[in-house]
């Protein structure tokens, strides 16, 4: 089994920052994709941005140029770097890691999210 705890949400006002992190801890060969997601109140769960182990990475439009995903393979941990946020950013941020486990099958697996509430 592998278990993912995300950290780091929290109260901001529009225009601050926050750091949110994501490790995974468990029987764990390697992790394959890593990605971040966010579902606000009344709407269904959206990518955020996703990091292939290579570092490659990919972000929804709407968080171009204001967050950076990023990762430490070492530590098993992912990161997501929010800047600039605005209310609309309001919602509870999952992380999601396809992992490979010593049976060489590959899983998803998801966190319990963490919240991040932008407002004034």
């Known amino acids: 089994q592998v278990q993912l705890v995300e950290s780091g949400g929290g109260l901001v006002q529009p225009g601050g920052s926050l750091r949110l992190s994501c490790t995974a801890s468990?029987?764990?060969?390697?992790?394959?994709?890593m990605g971040w997601y966010r579902q606000a109140p009344g709407k269904q769960r959206e990518l955020v941005a996703t990091i292939t182990y290579g570092g490659n990475t990919n972000y929804a439009d709407s968080v171009k140029g204001r967050f950076t995903i990023s990762r430490d393979n070492a530590k098993n941990t992912m990161y997501l770097q929010l800047n600039s946020l605005k209310p609309e950013d309001t919602a509870v941020y999952y992380c999601?890691?396809?992992?490979?486990?010593?049976?060489?099958?590959?899983?998803?697996?998801w966190g319990k999210g963490t919240l991040v509430t932008v407002s004034s």
């Open positions: 468990g029987v764990i060969l390697r992790i394959n994709d």
């Open positions: 999601n890691a396809d992992v490979s486990n010593y049976e060489l099958t590959r899983i998803p697996y």
